[in-house]
């Protein structure tokens, strides 16, 4: 081993002195904390000498974390301005959602769908207490970040005189490093797993693939409360006796485990009705913004991941949207709301929410009991009519509403045949978007459907994508990128039964393929609207690409948006 790469090993340990430091509060270097229940004690690397020092004895005394402070503006209800006012500039990327996790309220008789399913036949779910203090949780972020430089120096050390590699990189994200993410990061949920899901959905290219292999594996974890925690939950929300009060049954086992909250099935005892429960993990609300800076100083003293991807702004929308998802009576809010939106649009179904078993940290609802989109064996037909009214709903949420669930994960999207209706799931991450912000960016659509370079250009400068001041290439790439899209909803490119064919679609993949040429030349990131709209967007494309859909998207643009701009 070299001497520059031993020096870049050890410098994995000043990362996380850094990161753990900071994340109690110590001032001084050198400084001890637990790292785990052995009682451990790490002395980290000091940041001016290099040295590691491993201590072994019992500590006789602990740090109490200090609080970060936030400066994030308070989320407010769905009619609130906030919803497309101050928000965070986000960088929008494509989505793979074929690794997604299930959420799924299938009826209890039938076989229940566990997160990972497809991936993992056998994969059960397991329980786990959540971190719910501060404290608690900063400790565990401490011990993570601690546990990795120290794996790095062990690995580092094992790989001395062999022919392995020995970039930090490599050292870094070793096997053993990557089972300390995915068991933690599935542990803590929350932040961690809303991150986990953002980062996810950047193309494959972007991130090391030992970083990918952490998302996947953390998007299929299914950790759970156990029943003494749900407890403790559910009679702080409601009573000691909420069971008998409010259910004529309850499954302790849940229906799905997600980043901020688990779901039951359960029966009303007011009506008898079936219900789905969704109960919020303890501390995650609250841990919010604290979690967030830890995971931002981890990420950034990791360097893991290119700047062109505005880790600021992504943990920004990650703040905003969790606390948004956090607040279910906001969600209650906007599932009401696309109840009224949809009415007069047939084959759509809404849960209806049950206000006195409901809470700002438990939703309860009416029980769905389609099949996930993705799961069921479809005919053609049927296939094509389930892309053709999510390609529908996302045109009216854009076009119409001006008002989106901005959430693609496709277990969101259930079909039952005996309704014949899509039925939607959470709408936590629900929101609005303003007057001008529609307008410009439906005409950047229109334009790109037009294809005319020009009035995209200037379109992009309207929203912000653009300063005026960017290199012709990535002037080229973001133009290209556009139309790319638009093409979707042309009619010269649609098949002669006005369908636009997505079995054999290239636009996904055209559109990476300017995904470097935009991280390396960027300027600014783009308009933070466009981030959960271009999300939406791509999942929708991409599901009809599962499906291998034929949808008449063209004719569905031409009703919905209009080839046209509006005369001012």
Not at 4 to 30: C, E, F, P, T, W
Not at 150 to 169: H, K, L, N, P, Y
Not at 466 to 477: H, I, N, R, V, Y
Not at 553 to 561: D, K, Q, S, V
Request: proline content about 5%; glycine content about 6%.
């Amino acid at each position: 081993m070299t001497g520059s790469r031993l020096y870049d090993i050890i410098s994995v340990a000043s990362a996380a002195k850094a990161v753990a430091l900071k994340n109690l509060g110590l001032q001084k270097a050198g400084a001890s904390y637990f790292l785990n229940s052995q009682r451990t004690l790490i002395s980290l690397a000091n940041p001016i000498t290099q040295k590691f020092n491993v201590n072994i004895s019992t500590p006789s005394s602990a740090y109490t974390a200090q609080r970060p402070v936030s400066t994030n503006p308070l989320i407010n209800n769905v009619a609130s301005p906030l919803e497309f006012d101050r928000r965070p500039n986000i960088s929008p990327k494509n989505i793979d959602l074929s690794n997604k996790r299930e959420y799924s309220t299938d009826s209890a008789k039938k076989p229940r769908s566990v997160i990972g399913e497809a991936e993992k036949k056998n994969f059960v779910m397991e329980s786990s207490p959540v971190p719910a203090s501060r404290l608690e949780r900063l400790f565990h972020y401490g011990s993570l970040a601690t546990g990795l430089g120290f794996g790095a120096i062990t690995e580092g050390i094992r790989r001395i005189g062999s022919q392995q590699d020995t970039t930090i990189s490599s050292v870094v994200l070793s096997p053993a490093n990557l089972e300390r993410m995915v068991k933690k990061f599935s542990q803590m949920r929350g932040a961690v797993l809303k991150v986990g899901q953002l980062l996810s959905f950047q193309d494959s290219k972007v991130l090391p693939p030992e970083i990918q292999e952490v998302l996947t594996r953390v998007q299929n974890s299914a950790n759970y409360m156990p029943r003494g925690q749900l407890e403790r939950v559910m009679t702080k929300n409601f009573s000691k006796n909420w069971r008998t009060d409010l259910f004529s049954s309850f499954e302790d086992y849940p229906i799905a485990a997600a980043s901020i909250g688990q779901v039951h099935g359960a029966v009303l005892l007011q009506d008898h009705s079936s219900v789905a429960v969704k109960v919020q993990y303890p501390g995650v609300a609250e841990s919010i913004d604290s979690d967030l800076n830890n995971i931002s100083l981890l990420l950034t003293a990791s360097r893991w991941l290119p700047e062109g991807l505005f880790l600021d702004k992504t943990i920004a929308n990650a703040r905003t949207e969790l606390k948004w998802e956090c607040d279910y009576l906001r969600e209650a809010q906007a599932m009401e709301r696309f109840a009224v939106l949809l009415k007069d649009e047939p084959g759509y179904a809404i849960p209806k929410v049950i206000h006195h078993a409901s809470t700002q940290r438990v939703l309860t609802m009416e029980r769905m009991f389609g099949t996930q989109i993705t799961k069921g064996d479809w005919d053609q037909d049927t296939k094509n009519w389930i892309a053709t009214k999510i390609m529908r709903l996302c045109l009216l949420e854009i076009g119409k509403f001006k008002y989106m669930q901005t959430d693609p994960n496709w277990a969101n999207f259930l079909y039952n045949p005996d309704t014949k209706k899509l039925e939607l799931l959470d709408f936590g991450a629900a929101r609005g978007y303003g007057d001008e912000f529609i307008k410009n960016y439906l005409g950047v659509l229109r334009a790109a459907v037009r294809r005319d370079r020009e009035a995209c250009r200037i379109y992009s400068l309207k929203l912000g994508y653009l300063t005026g001041l960017e290199s012709k290439s990535m002037l080229d790439a973001h133009i290209d990128s556009i139309l790319v899209l638009g093409e979707a909803f042309s009619k010269d490119l649609n098949t002669a039964d006005s369908k636009f064919d997505f079995s054999h679609q290239t636009i996904t993949d055209r559109v990476r393929a300017n995904i470097g040429i935009m991280l390396k030349e960027r300027l600014t990131p783009p308009p933070e609207e466009t981030y959960g709209l271009h999300r939406k967007l791509s999942g929708a494309f991409l599901l009809c690409a599962k499906l291998q859909a034929h949808v008449p998207c063209a004719e569905l643009f031409e009703e919905i948006i209009g080839l046209e701009d509006p005369e001012e």
